[in-house]
């Protein structure tokens, strides 16, 4: 008697599988955008009662006691490399920075998480006023700091997470070099623009980013998938305490080189 062996059954071809995103509401990047926008009112409202002297003739007194100003960082106020990033020169300042606040922030706090989003956000300020400081003179105020923070953290996400993104992930970091190198190379080189803020935020968003942004797995069993988020607290805890430290230390060689 011949036996036959049946023919292999073919492999189905993978299919991609849709899972839904967080969609948690971006309450922290609203109001971040909220008190920016009150900061730069009251700081508007200020001009006319500014009465200082010719050197600060065209600034108010909030701008006068928030901006990145180096000698007065170097006479111990250190707040200043945290409050330029609620202050802005025009109209245009901040509707860009605020709009750039809204596109990348919405989206990196849904899925970062509210506490790991805010962190980010401070660092990114932190970085950037830092190396403003270190190589940077006069003043300087502005949210792109932190905006450039956001930045980074977008770049770090995506690659993290560029097996699970599949096809988006070539065009989405695309994208995101794309602003980089644009806004670093040709905004950057324009007179006026602090582009060393914009490099030490980005840098400071992206070590931030690198320990703490979400490594997602797929979990559940069709169609009940969902997303679970592989990074840890203490990994956040610890990106964060490397980004205070190395910028808490350059700030310090600052005050005495």
């Known amino acids: 008697m011949k036996y036959e062996t ?14 839904a995103l967080p969609q948690a509401v971006p309450y922290v990047t609203y109001a971040i955008l909220g008190v920016t926008v009150v900061f730069y009112l009251l700081q508007v409202a200020s001009v006319f009662f500014s009465g200082y002297p010719t050197t600060f003739s065209n600034i ?35 509707f ?17 998480g509210h506490g790991r989003f805010l962190t980010l956000y401070i660092l990114g300020a932190f970085a950037g006023n830092v190396t403003s400081f270190l190589f940077s003179d006069g003043y300087s105020i502005g949210a792109s700091t932190a905006v450039f923070g956001l930045i980074g953290a977008e770049a770090v996400f995506l690659y993290r997470n560029r097996e699970l993104l599949a096809g988006h992930f070539k065009s989405a970091i695309g994208n995101v070099l794309f ?10 080189s324009l007179p006026g623009i602090d582009n060393w803020g914009h490099i030490g935020g980005l840098v400071g968003g992206t070590m931030f980013a690198w320990f703490a942004s979400p490594l997602w797995e797929i979990e559940g069993i069709h169609p009940f998938l969902y997303l679970s988020d592989r990074r840890s607290a203490r990994q956040a805890f610890t990106g964060a305490v490397l980004v205070f430290i190395v910028f808490g230390a350059l700030a310090l060689w600052g005050f005495v080189r």
């Open 179 to 188: 602003i980089i190198a644009i806004n670093l190379f040709l905004v950057g």
């Open 96 to 112: 860009f920075n605020m709009y750039a606040l809204l596109s990348f922030g919405t989206s990196l706090e849904r899925y970062f």
């Open 6 to 19: 049946p023919p292999a059954a073919p492999v189905p071809a993978q299919q991609p599988v849709r899972v």
């Open 60 to 94: 108010g007194w909030l701008e006068l006691y928030g901006a990145r100003i180096n000698e007065f960082i170097r006479a111990g106020q250190l707040w200043r490399l945290l409050t330029p990033v609620l202050l802005h020169g025009s109209p245009t300042h901040i």
